[in-house]
């Protein structure tokens, strides 16, 4: 799918709006799919954000802190009964239809996204809740394989849709969980809590800062209408099943396992340095970076807070340098993005800009100010296309809200 670059969004406001209608359009235009394919009007419909995140990567499923916002762009789901045990999927951004039902224990099947309905359902199953079947057709504007957690936003939309239907809210750390383990049972990726707990408790104008052992959140205000995030799609797809996130999943065992903690969390830079001798070079490189990311997103969140963009600048580019170099996550494409984003600098309005999320590809992230986001635009999608031969898609995002329930 391609999506065009946002030239023309000169101010916050703007961005707003246009995110508003293009979510509002994504709805209708599902509604009225709906209409057309059941001759009535859906009786159910939800909706739940994809996320970026501004700090804090490969540490969720190390106990440790995270810094997501909820995206502007949502997966839109609206339903209405079957009469029946079936259930029938339309999904409209990939053109694909899916069927199966509920009168067994749901299963994994194809097409391949419909595993993150399914898992959801089977999640709702286990619970005993009182699921009757349903045709739904789905819309996203979240970029897909894009690493913005599209598959996230799946699945908090279907868990938003099935609370509607059976009129009873789950708790929504049980229900972001329900939805980490539908992505793990389902669609095979061993996942950590960020995607799901963002795509559930994003806040408007808010990042969360989250401590994933604790699972204690606290929003942190962006609202500076002088400041923008901007999202980098390197249009290079990025992929978690493949094996690699698993891998640095094993090594950070390995490391607290060296290091004597229950997880990377609980280790310090001094108990790292003291055990160089009896530690794997490539563990301690691994444990490096969650260590000092940790640190860094715990410092971002109090700069964003006071509005150091500056510092939060600065620890961005120091994410980034850790997640190429130590975590080796990133890729060229996300390192042409951020040395162009670089060489830009505070002056040309750049404050900052790093890899987002799982890496291989995917996304990058940069916080510019607002007057110079055209200008910016124009010089990544120009430097990076030169550098690479990829057309790469720009946007900006304000912070939006969690998962929602359109019509009940
Ligand atoms: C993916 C996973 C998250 C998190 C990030 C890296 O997005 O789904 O749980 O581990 O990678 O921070």
């Known amino acids: 799918m391609v999506y065009k670059s946002n030239f023309n969004i000169a101010n916050a406001k703007a961005a707003i709006a246009k995110s508003k209608s293009s979510n509002q359009r994504s709805e209708f235009r599902a509604a009225d799919i709906f209409l057309k394919i059941y001759n009535e009007n859906p009786r159910w419909a939800a909706s739940a954000p994809g996320r970026v995140n501004l700090i804090g990567d490969h540490t969720d499923y190390n106990d440790g802190f995270v810094l997501p916002m909820a995206l502007d762009r949502r997966t839109t789901i609206v339903a209405g009964p079957s009469g029946d045990k079936k259930v029938t999927l339309h999904d409209l951004t990939v053109g694909e239809t899916a069927s199966f039902s509920l009168g067994a224990k749901v299963t994994c099947g194809e097409p391949p996204w419909s595993n993150y309905v399914r898992g959801v359902i089977a999640g709702f199953q286990n619970l005993n809740l009182p699921l009757v079947g349903f045709n739904a057709v789905l819309h996203s504007t979240v970029p897909l394989g894009g690493g913005l957690s599209s598959s996230a936003a799946l699945e908090v939309a279907t868990a938003t849709l099935l609370e509607a239907m059976i009129r009873q809210k789950l708790d929504p750390v049980k229900?972001?969980?329900?939805?980490?383990?539908?992505?793990?049972?389902?669609?095979?990726?061993?996942?950590?809590?960020?995607?799901?707990?963002?795509?559930?408790?994003?806040?408007?104008?808010?990042?969360?800062?989250?401590?994933?052992?604790?699972?204690?959140?606290?929003?942190?205000?962006?609202?500076?209408?002088?400041?923008?995030?901007?999202?980098?799609?390197?249009?290079?797809r990025h992929k978690l099943t493949d094996g690699e996130y698993g891998k640095r999943r094993a090594q950070c065992e390995a490391a607290a396992s060296a290091l004597k903690v229950p997880a990377l969390r609980d280790a310090t830079m001094k108990?790292?340095?003291?055990?160089?001798?009896?530690?794997?070079?490539?563990?301690?490189?691994r444990a490096r970076h969650v260590i000092s990311e940790n640190s860094r997103t715990k410092r971002a969140a109090k700069s964003f807070s006071s509005g150091d963009w500056r510092k939060v600048g600065e620890l961005m580019y120091a994410s980034h340098a850790s997640l190429r170099d130590d975590y080796e996550v990133s890729c060229p494409e996300l390192d042409a993005v951020v040395e162009i984003a670089q060489a830009i600098g505070v002056t040309g309005g750049v404050m900052g800009c790093r890899m987002t999320g799982?890496?291989?590809?995917?996304?990058?992230?940069?916080?510019?100010?607002?007057?110079?986001?055209?200008?910016?635009?124009?010089?990544?999608?120009?430097?990076?296309?030169?550098?690479?031969?990829?057309?790469?898609?720009?946007?900006?995002?304000?912070?939006?809200?969690?998962?929602?329930?359109?019509?009940?």
């Open 271 to 285: 108990m790292l340095k003291a055990a160089t001798r009896q530690i794997d070079p490539l563990i301690f490189r």
């Open 175 to 236: 229900k972001a969980l329900l939805c980490q383990k539908a992505e793990h049972d389902y669609a095979g990726v061993r996942c950590g809590i960020m995607d799901q707990f963002i795509s559930v408790m994003g806040h408007k104008n808010h990042l969360l800062l989250l401590d994933c052992r604790t699972r204690e959140t606290k929003l942190v205000a962006m609202s500076d209408p002088s400041v923008e995030v901007l999202i980098v799609n390197t249009n290079l």
């Open 358 to 408: 799982g890496g291989f590809g995917g996304c990058a992230v940069a916080l510019v100010k607002t007057a110079q986001v055209e200008a910016i635009t124009r010089r990544v999608t120009e430097d990076y296309q030169q550098r690479t031969n990829i057309i790469p898609t720009l946007f900006v995002s304000c912070a939006g809200d969690g998962a929602t329930t359109i019509k009940s």
